[in-house]
């Protein structure tokens, strides 16, 4: 059975980082396009950032650009979020995403096909 499973998250104070990793078992991922998205408590999953399946086209939130950077590992089946400049309002559970179709990069939840369980993020003040 296809799983991806996220890695990485926990709690870091504001301005540090995490790189949140999800490995894929069960088929290859690696044509597939990836996302990262997160969810905190009250509020809708959002979109973070997304990479087309040859890794080479990249496309991020507003809210993150230039402080996060979406990476994928197509040998390693990974795609891996480095999170720089964390912020309180970065706090939420993060999911990684794949997408069996297509060949561009992917921005919204109904786009993808499978779903990591999500690691949370938290970041302090």
């Known amino acids: 059975q296809a799983q991806l499973v996220e890695s990485g998250g926990g709690l870091v104070q504001a301005g540090g980082s995490l790189r949140l990793s999800c490995a894929a078992s069960?088929?290859?991922?690696?044509?597939?396009?990836k996302g990262w998205f997160r969810q905190a408590p009250g509020k809708e999953r959002e979109f973070v950032a997304a990479?087309?399946?040859?890794?080479?086209?990249?496309y991020y939130a507003d809210s993150v650009k230039g402080r996060f950077t979406i990476s994928r590992d197509n040998a390693e089946n990974t795609v891996n979020l480095q999170m720089n400049s964390l912020k309180p309002e970065d706090t939420a559970v993060y999911y990684c995403?794949?997408?069996?179709?297509?060949?561009?990069?992917?921005?919204?939840?109904?786009?993808?096909?499978?779903w990591g369980q999500g690691t949370q993020v938290t970041v302090s003040s």
């Open positions: 995403a794949a997408r069996g179709r297509g060949s561009y990069y992917y921005t919204t939840p109904t786009e993808y096909d499978y």
């Open positions: 069960g088929r290859t991922f690696r044509g597939y396009a």
């Open positions: 990479i087309n399946w040859s890794g080479d086209i990249t």
